[in-house]
């Protein structure tokens, strides 16, 4: 998002956007640039590979028959410091184990581990739970002057190792012995992708927005963007319910995806940074629906993915926007995002080093749109607009019964993509969803764009950061959403189940027509 304003706790569930002090930029325009020790207490199969040429067994095909724990939702956070934690891991596999630092006001807690999945409805199954545990208040963090970077520095509370825990996005819960809740996310990542939708959650992006103790990327603790951070690490809670980003734009699509009963591999962008590997054999891999923040090796490794047959779909909008880089955190094990945005000539590293600037990829020096990636370009915010077809008969509407023109009031918002002739931009491309709007009172389009190359995969773009919220449209878990009603969410769902069924088969070109290339049509080029 543009560096004059960041979510407040993510835009469904959480409200309006908020300002951050400097409005650089609000619309972009085509012209600016292009848990005592626990153990687990449910078992699963154990994962391996498979001959050449077969695809492997699904490790999580009996999980999905398993009973779900409807109670996982929070009933009541309290104040901020009430309870709140975070693992000494991004991710781990299944078996290996994760340290928790919690903080409570509370003389004890427990916590409980729930995996998210669709579980016939209850969206989440409870896979295991600590004893109590006593509670501590931790001491206050600290903030290096540098880079004005937030550091908790809480000792380890307890360690939990995640024998028994299937792959899988999970929502740990503290609850507190005065009642209060507070979520610490966790990925338990799969060993192999191979033959598996590969669903990456998009936890740098998560920490670029996290304002534990004052400070994000956006803003610092005068509210200003001049004192944010150039540097967020992840030794220290989410803010909020400690999830939010996790829960607006990305949990409803792990439910849907399980619900279909996909063969599913999970990692996060951290990992795909880390393993070129992560993501070789994936029939698809899967961008979410908020996902900004990406480093130059993971933007790499998803290309290569891509060109080796992995369909990408990027369910959202501003996706692989900001370069950052991933620095050591204190221990080594946690890293940091650095991302100086504008004041990127005073990172050491660059001025010394000359090494990529951490800015927006489309900015120079070193300008690298992520259009060639993802097929459109990130425009502004905010808008709210109907999403209109283009085109009906596209394979990706089958069954939904729309005719070119229909429109969904309010699908399009907060943020938005199009699709951009004069960018970097795949030739092969078809724009199939063409929604006017008006952004910061200047006309303009979102577009939804599908793609192909060479070795097969198949590439979409929603173009709307409300892709992922519109699955839950008319629903308990999406009370404020922007008018998004159940005609809407009856689409979405279509929509993304054909899109989900399709990838999961292999390259897309392969079982699909191709894409009819139109954008300069549309444009008027």
Known sequence: MADGAAHDAGESGAGDHRRAGLDRRHFLGAATGIAALATGLTGCDVIGGSPRGRRPADPLAAERDRPGSPDWRLRATGPPDAIEGYPDRVSVLPGEEFGLHVSTTAPGFRVSAYRVGWYGGAQARLVWRSDRLTGRRAPAPHLLPKTRTVRAGWPRTTAVRTDGWPPGAYLLRLDADHGHQRYVPLVVRSPIAAGRTVLMHAVTTWQAYNAWGGHSLYKGRDGSYATRSLAVGFDRPYDATGAEKFLVYERALVVLAERLGLPLAYTTSVDVHRDAAALRGATAVLSLGHDEYWTPQQREHVTRARDAGANLAFLGANACFRRVRLDAGPDGALPTVTCYKTAYREDPRFAARHEAPTHDFRAPPAADPESSLTGVLYEGYPTDAPYVVHGAGHWLFEGTGVRSGDAFPHLVGVEYDRV??????????????????????????????????????????????????????????????????????????????????????????????????????????
Not at 437 to 449: F, K, M, P, Q
């Open 420 to 525: 951009t002739p004069e960018a970097p931009t795949p030739a092969a491309l078809e724009i199939v969803a063409h929604s006017p709007l008006v952004c910061r009172g200047r006309a303009s389009h979102a577009d939804s764009a599908y793609y192909t190359v060479p070795g097969g995969a198949g590439v979409f773009a929603t173009g709307t950061m409300r892709w992922v919220e519109a699955l839950m449209a008319g629903t308990r878990d999406n009370g404020r959403n922007h008018g998004l009603d159940r005609r809407t969410g009856a689409f979405v769902t279509r929509t993304t189940e054909n899109l989900l069924r399709a990838f999961a088969a292999g390259p897309a070109a392969r079982h699909h027509p191709a894409p009819e290339p139109n954008a300069r049509r549309v444009y008027g080029g």
